[in-house]
């Protein structure tokens, strides 16, 4: 695969960071601080507005302000649509803001579009958490499509593992278009209870489950059966669950009908980040079909039950702080049951790690693209490559 022709250029470089969703704002949030703290780059948030609410409340909370808002978000969005609204949408704010570099992150279809507006306006593209793949095409759906789609368009693939840097040499991509830098959402984690500005929402001091879940493939008929098994969980005296609500009405019409009333129970809005960092950081177990939660949970050696049947993330089930359940009721109750009562089963799985990164991703990035983009870093590395 050849390289796609970087132009070098002697103002500060204009950065468009493209997002849409909670977890693109909460990975990219690191990227625009390292941006803004550098002389090199000028950078810019396009919002898609794929998500309303939970992507407002991150952008506030992390002060990311964006210079455009596609507000594409419809009630129970269907793929096609939202993928029409968004190629369209980021067309005309790539063509007109002309930047040097587009930045986009995951595997959301904002990230997908994001790529291809940049694509067809000849500008290049640094994918942040690029080569993430479970090998299965329908899972997850259909972001194992989306990044594979991504991969072809991109100039840098920033990938926070060497297993992910591995998936792309696998499939043809250069090395030295590859670079391992760890996962920004570790960045973001560590600045953000560092902070210690943040409310667990916990209320007792029972065994604390943290819960969240929201994928597509598990919508339906998978999500009610695993509302069940936290029913059944939370029959239990000794345990507090918390389950800070998705707002897809898909989410909660599967959830709801289950778990509403249940005293031990506590279903909540939308933590912001501040706050779902210390329950997070609060809690003893963790169940969760999320991305972003499963990298985070081992930096803080809290043991995650991965509620699917597929991950791109076997990092933390290698380490041994994760374990891939499944979808089925039976399953993850007894799985469960085992880390609550088994308190040498906890133990070994109770270790932090650190598989997703130092904390220090967003500044491999930054510093990467200005020596690409300007020929330079701050500590003045490759000064004389600018033209
Ligand atoms: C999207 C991403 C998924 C990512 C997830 C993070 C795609 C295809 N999916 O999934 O990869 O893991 O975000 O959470 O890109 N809604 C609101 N308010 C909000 C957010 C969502 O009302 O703030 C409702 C809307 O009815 C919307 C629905 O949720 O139609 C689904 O949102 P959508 O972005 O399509 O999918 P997610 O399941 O959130
Ligand atoms: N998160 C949050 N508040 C919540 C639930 C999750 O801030 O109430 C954060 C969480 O810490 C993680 C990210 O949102 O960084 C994960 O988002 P989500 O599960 O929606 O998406 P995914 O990571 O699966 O793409």
Known sequence: MSAIPIPRRRGRIRAALILGTRPEAIKLAPVLRAMSASPFFEPAVISTGQHREMLD???????????????????????????????????????????????????????????????????????VEAGLRTGVIGNPFP?????????????????????????LRGEGVEPGQIQVTGNTVIDNLLWVLGRREGRAAFTTSHRRVLVTLHRRENQGDTMQGIAKALGELAARPDVEIVLPLHKSPAVRDALLPVLDGNPRVRLVEPLDYFDFAATLDASDLVLTDSGGVQEEAPTLG??????????????????????????????????????LDDRVAYERMATAVNPFGDGRAAERIVRRLALDLAGRTESGEGDLAVA
């Open 57 to 127: 409340q991150m952008l506030q909370r992390l002060q990311m302000d964006s210079s455009r808002d596609l507000a594409v978000m419809r009630e129970r969005q269907q793929l096609s649509g939202l993928t029409a609204r968004l190629i369209s949408g980021l067309g005309e704010a790539v063509r007109a803001d002309a930047p040097d570099v587009v930045v986009v992150q995951g595997d959301t279809t904002t990230a997908l579009m994001g790529a291809l507006a940049a694509f067809y306006e000849g500008v290049p593209v640094a994918h």
């Open 143 to 167: 972001e194992e499509l989306n990044r594979r789609l991504v991969a072809p368009m991109v100039r840098w693939h920033f990938a926070p593992t060497e297993g992910s840097a591995a998936n």
């Open 302 to 339: 809290k043991p995650v039950l991965v509620l699917r049947t597929t991950t791109e993330r076997p990092e933390a089930v290698d380490a041994g702080v994760a374990l891939l359940v499944g979808t089925e009721p039976g399953e993850i109750v007894t799985a469960a049951t085992r880390l």
